[in-house]
């Protein structure tokens, strides 16, 4: 069955960097777009970014532009967020999501993961 396992939230100082990543099995991983989503404490969810299935396209919100990246391994089945300089507003539980269609990017999501809680705080 398909399965999305995020790791690597934690506390981190504003300014500071962290990465979380996302084990996808149960499904070929390299056929499908991936997405990061997040929702802070109290309020909705929000898109933070997507990759195409070789990792060659990459999209972000305004909000995380110029300091988070996006990409995959698709040898490992893993998709990564690398965060730098965090603010007190990405605190949230970032999940990973997957597109349901093969090859085809999406705004709605088929499997989504547990969650990893990313905390920025002094």
């Known amino acids: 069955q398909v399965q999305l396992v995020e790791s690597g939230g934690g506390l981190v100082q504003p300014g500071g960097s962290l990465r979380v990543s996302c084990a996808a099995s149960?499904?070929?991983?390299?056929?499908?777009?991936m997405n990061w989503v997040r929702q802070a404490p109290g309020k909705g969810l929000e898109w933070v970014s997507s990759?195409?299935?070789?990792?060659?396209?990459?999209y972000y919100a305004d909000s995380v532009k110029g300091r988070f990246t996006i990409s995959r391994d698709n040898a490992k089945n893993t998709l990564y967020l690398q965060m730098n300089g965090l603010k007190p507003e990405d605190t949230a539980l970032y999940y990973c999501?997957?597109?349901?269609?093969?090859?085809?990017?999406?705004?709605?999501?088929?499997?989504w993961g547990q969650g990893t809680q990313v905390t920025v705080s002094s």
């Open positions: 999501a997957r597109c349901p269609v093969v090859l085809t990017s999406c705004d709605e999501y088929d499997y």
């Open positions: 149960g499904f070929t991983f390299s056929n499908y777009y």
């Open positions: 990759i195409n299935t070789f990792g060659g396209t990459t």
